[in-house]
């Protein structure tokens, strides 16, 4: 018995580590980052706070700092920071313009390199400065909250493709693919609305897809999707169509690819009289029609940019062995494609 | 002087040797042996853990064969074939090996928690507590020691489980095209698989312990395969979640898979998983020093007591001095060379050796 | 010879002087009516029964025709009556509520008339081992009674019953009961052993028995199962264990046993077996649940903030903001309060004791909140766990696993999750060397018997239970013999 509690004080004494109690500790949600105007420090960081008040109402707080690390940022915060800051909690990662032009490689390694961060953080591109994105209002819930459930909720039911911390990863590190994410834009000080998405060429953002793009860019980059689009018919009758499962099948011939879409839809809005069989057959091929015709628009803007965020030469490469990037880089630049599609219309709600 | 049997009370039935040989191999390895594999082979790796499985039942079937013949463990077939004190001066070397191997474990799996949890735990205090932990269940006798093997790889067997969320995360189509590689390389990366495979060969060790060893062969078998698979599955998981160069900067592989885990109480998962290979790497640490002790035991005639407490002194004494990322590197490379030069040379070669001395002494008998 | 005549008196004047002092000893001397014989009766007034020497023994013995001292064996309606030539006996004889008989005329022979007075409980319901159905009959203090119930419920002479007399001044009567052609012979031998070999002076009650013949006196774990019911006792000595029965005490004790026999309530044979297992179930979660949520709520706190949901965040923040104790003192002073409230709960007669835990729990809960001593999350978590704490069918199992939430709680503070698991590590060994009677006691879980599980964590049906359990290595491990399977019938046959 001696020798137990002997044990027990030794270890206490001497064992002890570090404790991050958690109403002890300022837990970073959220960071945005900017070019510096100081061309000395790299980057200028808006880092997320949450205060919790007595009826769980939420207070936002932003610190902000420069530095050419992101450490010299954490360090510059918690100079201002009441409490030790710590990054486990981030949920999102917002890149200015100007940031994600220059490239965003260090600090994807350094949340990366962090064992804190976890795989599921959303980072995202904004159109304007990603400090005034950070410093609205939004929701009752705080902002990082609200930023990554619009999100979250977007990708799981609307025309965002797949994305986080981790994929971006993949596809950045990915051979023959190239990494995108979706854009936020900052409309009012209590709301943020997605502009659409950036294109990256390596870590360097070259482009950007708008809003109305987004449903055929999902259905070419996601194997499965849903999303919504509208179909205007001859008589400028219109038809909400969602996707309820779609499904992409991409085939790599010598210098040929060729992209079968798969849609299994359901029309939730009709402006016409009667939706009849043939409307409903003519809602199909007008759909079929539009995405071929805008998929195959998108490919060539993509090839034109010498992008591939759909990831074709992976595709190529897992049907060839000894397979060689450099050389698929040119004969990327003359790939021809096709896009067929295949919409199918399998309800049409209560009432005909 | 003539080998006491072991009482029946002490031994094991035969199936428990699954446990003990699975509990063995699956270890601090799984945590980032995809990396490893996958810089030679590429995403081709898997293949090679396939043939490693498949080496490792030859040399399985040899231990036993060699249990078999002289019907005990490495002590004596030490003195079947090259006499007694040759024999056991040859046993002097494992007796290092299993320290050093012990010691490697423990200090990679501290780094593991300085690195993801506590960057501050104190290197020494943290094996002091593990290592008291340890002479508990060694003292218990080798029934305790099977049975931390057992709840060692029962209790966490969920983990397995919570890969699955990797999955959602993953393209298959990383693995594509198969046979990407040159058999070289394969046969490379089929080597480097051999370090997480070890630890099958703690059989020969503890082959008088078992009950019926004739039926538990089988168990050992069943073992490997199940250990193979495991590995095999984990790393196609793996290499579907990451993209290739992504992977060779992963560390710890199977950590920062964890990372996608999400559950409705659980944020974050990597921190309860490493938690958990607590109770995974403990039956590792446990047999070894069992191993190490009960040669020092057959060795030096001393009590068994006497060698845990020594083994796990030695341990400790020199755990503070291995600090730095590249000395615990070195300490894993030397190791695994120790294991693969023992268990894929040595043991082969004394399979040869107790067989030439079978025919021998039948001769001479004749 | 004259020498030793004296010598005897001398004896027989050693145990009368230090009696006489008592006010309770008596002697009196009688002559019998038809043969003028003068007898003695001497006995303890107060461990004898009046009415046996008033009605029994004396109007027989003045007035029949008494001789010799063998005449008392047809003359005294009364079974235990025993004649013996040595002196040394009658001290004990007479403590044990015997009346002793002497004749003048026959000086060396004594005689012994059993005459106790036994004072005896009514049979109540059992209180600490309740079921809703089944037999509501309980073990009261006398063995002679705890007796019939078993053999009431056993009636086969298979059912064998050894008696000892341990404790050198309480002279305890325990007797030792397994079934002769199951139980196994060195589990028998090993308790016989161990009981003789008990030495302590005064055994009132079966748990001293239980601490003395553990395998391991220094673990907090109860390895032999006290029970009140009889129907449980019945059950268990059926499928081969063993049961101690002490005088006094109202417990009686089986062994061996294992560590999930612990958490079945005897209930569960009353029950479908799809819903005891569903209960039995319920109850290692309870104990698992008990035992772990206070230390993770303390890990979780002081060093995994990662780990929390982002929605639970802001409860918790704002639940601790005002308080001034980090998580570990907290947990423990809520941890305290409870096992206080539980204490004083334990000791208070009933109907006070009801008051203090709905006062205590509600007013001190809520003022501790209100004043900021403790978060009204952990307030839920703690009453919680004391809740389930008590769903163990065995209340001394409950103990047990309240004083295990303290070690899980030190090395939470210390390294957080990892701490625990360290923990659990130690609790698993501890279990695992643990034995009892020197079967493991961790069974079937470990070593694993796939077919002991059909009773430990989930009870399967009766018809599954053919066979007794392998670790007890019964000398008869069949139960029933499985009739041949009917024939599959298809539907409507």
């Given amino acids: 018995m001696k020798k137990l509690t002997l044990f027990c004080l030794v270890l206490l004494l001497s064992g002890c580590v570090e404790k991050e109690i958690i109403d002890d500790i300022n837990i970073e949600v959220g960071v945005g980052y900017d070019l510096a105007e100081d061309s000395k420090d790299k980057y200028r960081g808006t880092v997320l706070f949450q205060e919790f008040q007595p009826d769980k109402s939420v207070i936002n707080r932003t610190f902000s700092g420069s530095g050419k690390l992101r450490q010299d940022l954490l360090l510059e915060v918690t100079k201002q920071s009441s409490e030790p800051v710590v990054t486990g909690g981030m949920k999102i990662a917002v890149f200015g313009p100007d940031v994600s032009r220059a490239g965003i490689y260090d600090l994807i390694d350094s949340f990366q390199r962090d064992a804190s961060i976890g795989a599921r953080v959303f980072v995202a591109t904004s159109e304007g400065k990603a400090e005034d994105l950070m410093k609205g209002e939004y929701g009752t819930r705080g902002n990082s909250t609200y930023i990554y459930n619009l999100i979250q909720h977007n990708i799981a039911h609307r025309d965002i493709p797949k994305t986080n911390l981790h994929i971006l990863a993949h596809d950045y590190y990915q051979k023959g693919k190239d990494p995108f994410l979706p854009q936020l834009k900052k409309v009012s000080n209590d709301k943020i609305e997605i502009f659409g998405i950036s294109l990256f060429k390596d870590d360097k953002e070259v482009d950007s897809l708008p809003v109305k793009d987004m449903f055929f860019f999902k259905l070419l980059v996601d194997k499965y999707s849903e999303g919504n689009f509208d179909v205007k018919l001859k008589k400028g009758e219109l038809a909400a169509v969602k996707s309820i499962r779609s499904k992409h099948d991409i085939k790599m011939s010598d210098n040929h690819a060729s992209i079968n879409i798969k849609i299994e839809g359901i029309i939730r809005e009709y402006t016409g009289d009667e939706l009849a069989t043939d409307v409903i057959g003519a809602v199909q091929k007008n759909l079929e029609k539009k995405i071929e015709k805008e998929c195959l628009r998108l490919l060539k803007q993509f090839q034109e940019l010498g992008i591939d965020p759909i990831g074709l030469g992976q595709m190529k490469k897992s049907k060839q062995r000894d397979f060689d990037y450099k050389k698929w880089e040119d004969e990327y630049k003359t790939l021809g494609f096709d896009v067929k599609c295949n919409v199918e219309i399998e309800e049409t709600g209560i009432i005909e | 002087m003539k080998e006491q049997p072991i009482p029946e009370r002490l031994q094991i039935s035969p199936f428990l040797v699954f446990y003990l040989v699975m509990s063995m191999q699956i270890g601090i390895g799984v945590l980032g042996y995809q990396r490893i594999i996958a810089m030679d082979a590429g995403y081709d790796a898997w293949i090679s853990i396939l043939f490693t499985g498949a080496c490792v039942h030859v040399i399985v079937w040899m231990i036993y064969k060699i249990g078999e013949t002289v019907g005990g463990d490495i002590v004596t077939a030490h003195k079947y074939v090259v006499g007694n004190f040759i024999g056991k001066a040859i046993c002097f070397i494992f007796i290092g090996y299993f320290i050093i191997y012990c010691l490697t474990i423990v200090r990679t799996f501290i780094e593991v928690i300085q690195v993801w949890m506590f960057p501050e735990i104190s290197t020494f205090w943290f094996s002091f507590g593990f290592m008291i932990l340890c002479i508990y269940i060694v003292f218990g006798g080798f029934r305790t020691v099977v049975g931390t093997a057992f709840f060692g790889l029962v209790l966490p067997a969920y983990l397995l489980l919570t890969f699955g969320w990797a999955i959602k995360f993953s393209n298959f189509y990383n693995l594509l095209p198969i046979l990407d590689h040159s058999i070289k390389e394969l046969l490379t990366a089929s080597y480097h698989m051999s370090l997480s495979l070890a630890g099958f060969e703690i059989i020969i060790f503890f082959y008088p312990f078992i009950k019926e060893p004739k039926k538990s062969q089988k168990w050992a078998h069943l073992a490997v395969l199940t250990t193979t698979l495991i590995y095999t599955i984990l790393a196609i998981i793996t290499f579907a979640y990451f993209s290739e160069d992504q992977l060779s900067r992963q560390i710890w592989a199977s950590l920062t898979m964890w990372k996608i885990v999400e559950m409705p109480f659980v944020e974050r998962f990597e921190y309860i998983g490493i938690a958990n290979w607590n109770l995974i790497i403990l039956p590792n640490v446990c047999i070894s020093i069992w191993v190490a002790s009960r040669l020092i035991k057959r060795v030096f005639n001393i009590r068994q007591k006497v060698g845990v407490f020594f083994v796990a002194a030695a341990v400790l004494s020199v755990i503070s001095f291995v600090d730095t990322r590249i000395k615990i590197n070195m300490l894993n490379k030397y190791v695994g060379k120790m294991g693969f030069a023992f268990t894929f040379i040595y043991i082969p070669l004394l399979f040869a050796a107790v067989m030439i001395a079978k025919k021998l002494k039948k001769g001479k008998n004749k | ?493």
């Fill in chain 3, 1 to 493: 010879m004259k020498n030793k005549r004296i010598k005897e008196d001398v004896q027989h004047k050693e145990w009368e002087k230090s009696l006489i002092k008592s006010k309770d000893f008596k002697k009196i001397f009688y002559y019998n009516q038809k043969t003028n014989v003068r007898f003695g009766l001497t006995f303890m007034a107060t461990l004898i029964d009046e009415n046996i020497i008033q009605d029994g023994i004396l109007p027989n013995l003045l007035e029949e025709e008494f001789r010799e001292i063998e005449d008392i064996k047809q003359l005294v309606p009364v079974a235990d009556v025993q004649i013996c030539d040595d002196p040394s006996l009658i001290e004990q004889k007479l403590l044990n509520g015997y009346v002793m008989l002497t004749v003048e005329t026959e000086l060396k022979h004594f005689g012994f008339i059993a005459a106790q007075k036994e004072i005896v409980r009514g049979l109540s319901q059992p209180e600490v081992e309740f079921s809703v159905i089944g037999p509501k009959e309980a073990f009261v203090e006398s063995m002679g009674q705890n007796l019939n119930l078993i053999r009431k419920r056993l009636p086969v002479k298979e059912l064998i019953v050894e008696e000892f007399t341990l404790g050198s001044l309480s002279k305890t009567s325990i007797a030792m009961l397994y079934m002769e052609n199951i139980t196994n012979e060195d589990n028998i031998n090993t308790v016989r052993q161990r009981l003789t070999n008990v030495k302590f002076d005064a055994i009132t009650d079966s748990s001293y028995i239980v601490q003395l013949i553990s395998d391991n006196s220094n673990s907090p774990f109860p390895q032999l199962l006290d029970t009140e019911r009889p129907d449980r006792v019945a059950g268990i000595l059926a499928e081969g264990k063993i049961a101690i029965v002490v005088d006094g005490s109202p417990h009686v004790l089986i062994t061996p046993t294992t560590l999930v026999e612990f958490f079945s309530s005897f209930e569960d044979y009353f029950l479908n077996w799809l819903l005891s297992s569903f209960f039995r179930l319920v109850r290692l979660f309870a104990v698992a649940f008990s035992i772990l949520v206070t230390p993770i709520y303390v890990a979780t706190l002081s060093y995994h903030y990662e780990l929390i949901p982002k929605d639970l965040l802001s409860t918790l923040i704002t639940s601790r903001r005002e308080i001034p104790l980090p998580p570990i003192l907290e947990a423990l002073f809520l941890e305290l309060t409870i096992e206080l409230l539980r204490e004083a709960g334990a000791r208070l007669p009933t109907k006070v004791g009801q008051t203090i835990g709905i006062v205590g729990g509600i007013v001190i809960g809520t003022a501790s909140v209100e004043a900021g001593l403790t978060s009204n999350v952990l307030l839920i978590i703690v009453a919680l766990a004391a809740l389930a704490s008590f769903t163990t069918p065995v209340y001394r199992m409950g103990n047990t696993i309240r004083l295990l939430r303290f070690p899980f709680l030190f090395f939470a503070e210390l390294w957080g999750l990892l701490g625990i698991v360290f923990c659990f590590c130690l609790l698993l060994t501890h279990l695992m060397r643990l034995t009892s009677l020197g079967r493991p006691f961790l069974e079937p879980i470990y070593p694993p018997r796939v077919t002991d599980m059909k009773d430990a964590i989930i009870r399967l049906p009766f018809e599954k239970q053919s066979k007794r359990p392998i670790f007890l290595r019964t000398k008869n491990p069949i139960r029933f013999s499985k009739k041949k399977a009917e024939e599959k019938k298809d539907i409507d046959e």
